[in-house]
């Protein structure tokens, strides 16, 4: 069984850009949960799909924005990028989201 | 808001000992409790999930308890290996929501 996949896994962009991330979660899970994880502030949640419906968000600002498909595959955009958004982004999936949840190898975001 | 800790923030010990990692958490209204590894610049593999019901789970050499009155939980290694270096992570879901808090982990070194 395949695990959680996130593309690109590198990243580098200058301030000002918009970037998008991308999360492939176990086939069969509908909860797709994306992190940003930073030295100083540990891992922080930002929001987590289930069905194609952003059911909790975590407290980012209006910047960070995801979506996700019919097929539960899931995206992160982030607009109007600032230094202090480099950070390595992980997303977890799980079966109904309170169930085990399943990471993966994370996008590491450099930005310049 | 649910906070959680863990101590010590590093530890480093020599091969073959037995060792226990601590997660603190400051609300006890859990829907449950993951324990998970990080190796340096990747994901998160997760090692052991317990319900809020449970009192603990045992997989292979690890062991982790769960005393949710106190607001703790333990990670036991027996018999440990340089392989076990690596950072590990507790994270609690409360009873509503789906996000996880996560403490700021225990960054093991195993000494051969």
């Known amino acids: 069984k395949a695990g959680v996949t996130q593309t690109p896994r590198y990243l580098i962009k200058t301030r000002g850009q918009q970037v998008t991330l991308s999360c492939s979660p176990i086939s069969g899970h509908r909860s797709v949960s994306w992190y940003q994880q930073t030295p100083g502030q540990g891992l922080q949640f930002l929001f987590e799909?289930?069905?194609?419906?952003?059911?909790n968000k975590g407290n980012f600002p209006g910047r960070f924005s995801g979506r996700q498909f019919s097929n539960s595959r899931s995206e992160m955009n982030v607009s109007t990028l600032e230094l202090g958004d480099s950070a390595l982004y992980l997303c977890?999936?799980?079966?109904?989201?309170?169930?085990?949840?399943?990471f993966g190898p994370g996008t590491r975001l450099t930005v310049t | 808001k649910q906070e959680v800790t863990q101590i010590p923030a590093a530890l480093s010990v020599p091969e073959g000992e037995n060792l226990v990692l601590n997660c603190s958490f400051t609300?006890?209204?859990?829907?449950?409790l993951q324990w998970f590894r990080q190796d340096p610049g990747k994901g998160l593999t997760s090692l052991l999930l317990?319900?809020?019901?449970?009192r603990e789970q045992t997989s292979g050499r690890l062991n982790a308890s769960l005393d949710k009155s106190s607001g703790r939980s333990t990670l036991y290694i027996a018999a440990s290996q340089p392989g076990d270096s690596a950072t590990y992570l507790c994270a609690v879901r409360p009873g509503t929501g789906n996000q996880f808090y996560f403490g700021t982990g225990t960054s093991l070194t195993v000494i051969p």
């Open positions: 977890a999936s799980s079966w109904q989201g309170e169930h085990e949840q399943y």
């Open positions: 799909y289930f069905s194609e419906t952003q059911r």
């Open positions: 317990i319900q809020s019901s449970q």
């Open positions: 609300d006890s209204a859990i829907y449950n």
